[in-house]
């Protein structure tokens, strides 16, 4: 079997989809080297992200064959699907929610990942013509594609309502997360890490951008009332401009002191991060999946999250879950695992159970069995 990917992500983008891109071509060229895949991107991998999967004998990097055409236009318009059925694709799977406009137009089957339609619950925060634009994108996507691959049943459902698809086109398969959160901190590797950030003894953590569907302002609001009053919280992303309302928050109730804010924190840093964190949060209001709280129980952190989107399903039972506006409901969950270490190595364990539901060679079967349904329909 020959299969291509949309690699652009793969190749330029350093965090969630960028991610998953390269995780899925590792697991199934690892699980399956019987098979040919080959990542398209309209430019090579500067910053040497393929570093290792490029190199095996079965994957391969291909770039535009003329400089004649714009990148754009050669990945979404013509070119990128042109040339990949000249190369004998197969199977031709866009790995961010799209697929070329022409797709169509060429012998080989296809398939899309679709992460989330956050765009369509909150259009506010990608304004209107980037709204519009993600719509598009996404609807296209799925009817010129012959299975749709949704990263959770939450986005499944989300598809089939606000796209319009028939729900046996859809097959869910959850995604992993990096391998280095299921390696074993070591003690030196938690001193350094401890040493290098300045880290307190007890802390909360948080991980995600800082913006406003991410709800990190109900740890803030919880902060002040937990029966430890000095337990800090550490939260690590990128602020936008959200984070001045949290902030300000913080401010007018004497928390500044307590909140930490960590920006470009290397991958291999975050393992040990999680490890340490008396508690890992997760507020948000809505996610396509939600692979930080996998990543913390994998490095055994007790986890909480919030309700309504598909937290429940990535935390399995290894989460307390609260609603995402209820202070109450923070302030006695942390308090609760602060305070019994049964709860809390309870959800330790339930995490470390919960987490084999995303190994490399379960999402990697996963996969291969979509493909294998593509090419037999």
């Given at each position: 079997m020959v299969i291509g990917f949309d690699g652009k992500r793969a190749v330029c983008n350093t965090t969630g989809l960028g991610n998953y891109s390269r995780l899925i071509i590792d697991e199934v060229s690892r699980h399956f080297p019987e098979h040919q895949y080959k990542i398209y991107s309209p430019k090579a991998d500067r910053d040497h992200?393929?570093?290792?999967?490029?190199?095996?004998?079965?994957?391969?990097?291909?770039?535009?064959?003329?400089?004649?055409?714009?990148?754009?236009?050669?990945?979404?318009?013509?070119?990128?699907?042109?040339?990949?059925?000249?190369?004998?694709?197969?199977?031709?799977?866009?790995?961010?929610?799209?697929?070329?406009?022409?797709?169509s137009r060429y012998a080989?089957?296809?398939?899309?990942?679709?992460?989330?339609?956050?765009?369509?619950y909150f259009p506010e925060l990608y304004g209107f013509i980037n709204t519009a634009i993600y719509k598009f994108k996404c609807r296209s996507a799925c009817r010129a594609a012959d299975r749709i691959v949704a990263v959770s049943e939450c986005t499944k459902r989300d598809i089939v309502k606000f796209i319009g698809i028939s729900p046996s086109k859809i097959d869910v398969v959850y995604q992993g997360c990096n391998p280095i959160f299921s390696m074993p901190v070591s003690v030196d590797d938690a001193d350094r890490v401890r040493k290098s950030y300045s880290l307190p003894e007890k802390y909360l953590l948080n991980v995600g951008t800082i913006e406003e569907r991410k709800n990190v302002l109900l740890i803030v609001k919880a902060l002040e009332k937990l029966d430890d009053k000095d337990i800090p919280l550490i939260v690590?992303?990128?602020?936008?401009?959200?984070?001045?309302?949290?902030?300000?928050?913080?401010?007018?109730?004497?928390?500044?002191?307590?909140?930490?804010?960590l920006s470009d924190v290397?991958?291999?840093?975050?393992?040990?991060?999680?490890?340490?964190?008396?508690?890992?949060?997760?507020?948000?209001?809505?996610?396509?999946?939600?692979?930080?709280?996998?990543?913390?129980?994998?490095?055994?952190?007790p986890v909480i999250a919030t309700t309504g989107s598909c937290l429940e399903e990535a935390a399995g039972s290894g989460a307390l879950m609260v609603h995402p506006d209820s202070v109450d409901g923070m302030i006695e969950s942390i308090n609760t695992i602060l305070k019994?270490?049964?709860?809390?190595?309870?959800?330790?364990?339930k995490g470390y159970e919960n987490i084999k539901r995303f190994g490399p060679s379960v999402v990697a079967q996963s996969m291969m069995s979509v493909y294998n349904r593509v090419l037999q329909s």
């Open positions: 992200r393929l570093d290792g999967l490029a190199d095996r004998v079965n994957v391969s990097l291909h770039l535009p064959e003329s400089a004649l055409m714009g990148k754009s236009v050669w990945r979404s318009v013509c070119g990128m699907s042109a040339q990949a059925e000249r190369d004998g694709v197969e199977i031709f799977h866009g790995l961010s929610g799209e697929l070329p406009l022409d797709v080989f089957k296809s398939v899309v990942t679709v992460h989330d339609l956050i765009f369509c690590i992303g990128r602020k936008m401009k959200y984070a001045m309302m949290v902030e300000d928050y913080a401010r007018h109730h004497g928390l500044e002191n307590r909140i930490r804010y290397p991958t291999a840093d975050l393992p040990a991060l999680y490890h340490m964190a008396s508690i890992f949060i997760y507020p948000s209001r809505y996610e396509g999946f939600g692979i930080p709280i996998i990543e913390a129980q994998s490095c055994g952190a019994d270490d049964t709860v809390k190595n309870n959800l330790i364990e």
